[in-house]
């Protein structure tokens, strides 16, 4: 039987897209019970505005990941306490797509949103690895000749190549360490500029977390103890 500690793994797979940080670690999984081969998963948001695009893309990943775990059956996902709780929850239960959640207000899916911020995500985890490298005494020009393998080790280029291989973009670990999030090679003329622009997006992911987490400690009174679920 699938157990806690694994369903809370596999929700460590799922990430705030706007934040690019897990829902685990950001305190948003509060509860997690498992009864033979149906688990229940309740999840929480920093406010009770939170914006629904975001919000249906964690619940929907959270089934999803949730559900491929071995002896798993049915995953009951609950968003609680946001103002399209009720229409996300029973969209998601029917796996039913963002605009059937939202008739006559969505028209689309979320798959472009998700693209947008998986690219963000990319630059963002790239300026803190430059920062890192040029900290280091590497020049732009090491840079743009870095291979993908030889970028410091650690989670900012394990969730690199995650990320480049989610976008379809070059993951091997013989291609260019640095690039954009169309996959397009930075020359060495183009190094420094755009980590300039990628710190300040990395700075912006972390300011907005920071933010998160503050929201949703004073919104359910909790203590640095207290931000998750016990395994």
Same mark, same amino acid.
Request: proline fraction near 5%; aromatic fraction near 6%; include cysteine.
């Given at each position: 039987? #699938? #157990?806690?500690?694994?369903?809370? %793994? *596999?929700?460590?797979?799922?990430?705030?897209? @706007?934040?690019?940080?897990? !829902?685990?670690?950001?305190?948003?999984?509060?509860?997690?019970?498992?009864?033979?081969?149906?688990? *229940?998963?309740?999840?929480?948001?920093?406010?009770?505005?939170? $914006?629904?695009?975001?919000?249906?893309?964690?619940?929907?990943?959270?089934?999803?990941?949730? &559900? +491929?775990?071995? %002896?798993?059956?049915?995953?009951?996902?609950?968003?609680?306490?946001?103002?399209? =709780?009720?229409?996300?929850? /029973? *969209?998601?239960?029917? @796996?039913?797509?963002? +605009?059937?959640?939202?008739?006559? @207000?969505?028209?689309? @899916?979320?798959?472009?949103?998700?693209?947008?911020?998986?690219?963000?995500?990319?630059?963002?985890?790239? %300026?803190?690895?430059? &920062?890192?490298?040029?900290? *280091?005494?590497?020049?732009?020009?090491?840079? $743009?000749?870095?291979?993908? =393998?030889?970028?410091?080790?650690?989670?900012?280029?394990?969730?690199?190549?995650?990320?480049?291989?989610?976008?379809?973009?070059?993951?091997?670990?013989?291609?260019?360490?640095?690039?954009?999030?169309?996959?397009?090679?930075?020359?060495? /003329?183009?190094?420094?500029?755009?980590?300039?622009?990628?710190? !300040?997006?990395?700075?912006? !992911?972390?300011?907005?977390?920071?933010?998160?987490?503050?929201?949703?400690?004073?919104?359910?009174?909790?203590?640095?103890?207290?931000?998750?679920? +016990?395994?």
């Amino acid at each position: 039987m #699938t #157990t806690i500690p694994e369903v809370l %793994g *596999a929700l460590e797979g799922v990430r705030d897209p @706007e934040l690019d940080q897990n !829902l685990v670690e950001l305190g948003f999984v509060t509860d997690v019970s498992v009864d033979g081969a149906d688990v *229940a998963v309740r999840l929480r948001l920093p406010t009770f505005y939170c $914006a629904p695009n975001f919000a249906f893309l964690m619940v929907a990943d959270a089934r999803r990941v949730v &559900e +491929a775990l071995p %002896g798993v059956d049915v995953a009951r996902i609950a968003l609680e306490d946001h103002f399209t =709780s009720e229409e996300i929850n /029973a *969209a998601v239960g029917r @796996e039913a797509g963002f +605009a059937e959640a939202f008739p006559g @207000e969505a028209t689309g @899916e979320l798959d472009d949103l998700r693209t947008l911020f998986q690219r963000k995500a990319l630059m963002a985890r790239e %300026g803190r690895l430059g &920062e890192t490298l040029l900290g *280091a005494g590497h020049t732009p020009a090491d840079l $743009a000749a870095m291979r993908l =393998s030889e970028l410091p080790p650690g989670p900012d280029a394990e969730r690199c190549t995650q990320l480049r291989t989610e976008l379809g973009l070059d993951s091997d670990p013989a291609g260019p360490a640095f690039v954009t999030g169309d996959g397009s090679v930075l020359a060495a /003329a183009d190094m420094a500029r755009f980590l300039r622009f990628a710190r !300040l997006v990395a700075r912006s !992911l972390e300011g907005n977390a920071h933010l998160c987490r503050g929201l949703l400690k004073t919104r359910y009174g909790l203590t640095d103890q207290h931000e998750g679920v +016990a395994a």
